[in-house]
């Protein structure tokens, strides 16, 4: 393959599988391509998405996180909580701040205690956020007893089911979370520091920069996203579940690598990350409207992101 048609595969293919992929469904299905279903691909995606920004930074400095998913379970149940104890007399908008608040504080504390821990602990990211998912399901459990935590009022559904003019307010709330980290890495030093971490830790420490500061900042914040999206799921499930979030770490990372990041760090983009995590919601989207059973989804899911990471792999090792 000439090297200039290698560079366009690696910049902007992630682009045309999603063009070819909307093409796909839409031939196979009347009801796909139609604004209530999009609305809806764009709704269900957003907290995976959400989680995915944190993500792709801390993939960006070459480390991973694992506890995610019961990170934003903890972080949604802790704010069902908090709900549910409102105190006589206060304004609703108030508890409901001070809730949702403690929430993502909780995201943020979990975040910051893995980043210490992999920072000046010495132990490996995997490690370290592997044993944070067992505590974090644990900390779930233990709080809920076991059992959902339901029934929130309007002011609470409104985070999930609220509006912005025609479109849904938790599109909104990615897209504008998108924008901002795709301006700090684009546009700050700050940005450009966590590219050169993943890149070459050791230049960057070279060069008189604290990267460790860096990392168990972007741990916190990974932290913080995934507290926001397990409110966001509690507030479109109207409860808060011991089980909820399962699974999600895989997804977030699933995305991230789909979009062409770099598990050795240095290479990715939040733009294609959001990319990726669109594509597989439409994977999941088209087999639901054609009937697949859901196995038969994973299975499609796991073989398109082995498929893509094997092309990615190969025009890249050539380079």
């Not at 391509?33 to 691909?41: D, Q, R, V, W, Y």
């Amino acid at each position: 393959m000439p090297e200039r048609w290698r560079t366009w595969a690696l910049d902007y293919g992630i682009y045309a599988v999603f063009i070819l992929l909307l093409a796909v469904l839409w031939q196979l299905s009347p009801y796909f391509l139609t604004a209530s279903n999009l609305l809806n691909i764009g709704s269900q995606v957003s907290m995976i998405a959400v989680v995915a920004i944190g993500m792709t930074m801390v993939i960006l400095m070459a480390e991973i996180d694992l506890s995610v998913g019961s990170v934003a379970a903890l972080a949604g149940a802790i704010t069902a909580g908090l709900i549910h104890s409102e105190p006589n007399g206060w304004p609703v908008w108030l508890w409901l701040t001070i809730s949702i608040s403690a929430g993502m504080a909780v995201g943020f504390s979990a975040g910051l205690v893995n980043g210490l821990f992999i920072v000046w602990g010495g132990i490996p990211s995997f490690i370290v956020t592997l044993g944070a998912l067992s505590i974090g399901r644990g900390l779930v459990l233990l709080y809920t007893g076991g059992r959902p935590i339901f029934g929130f009022g309007d002011a609470f559904a409104n985070i999930s089911w609220g509006h912005v003019g025609p479109v849904p307010l938790p599109i909104v709330i990615m897209l504008c979370l998108y924008l901002l980290a795709w301006l700090f890495l684009r546009d700050t030093q700050l940005g450009r520091y966590i590219y050169a971490i993943g890149a070459n830790k050791e230049a960057v420490d070279l060069a008189g920069i604290n990267y460790r500061v860096i990392k168990v900042g972007i741990f916190a914040l990974a932290g913080t996203f995934s507290g926001l999206a397990g409110i966001m799921l509690a507030s479109r499930l109207d409860s808060a579940q011991p089980t909820a979030a399962i699974g999600w770490e895989l997804d977030v990372i699933a995305a991230v690598v789909l979009g062409g990041a770099s598990l050795y760090g240095g290479r990715g983009s939040v733009a294609k990350t959001l990319v990726g995590a669109f594509i597989l919601q439409l994977i999941s989207n088209g087999l639901n409207l054609l009937e697949v059973q859901a196995y038969w989804q994973q299975i499609a899911k796991g073989s398109i992101i082995l498929i893509a990471l094997l092309i990615e792999r190969i025009l890249r090792g050539r380079r």
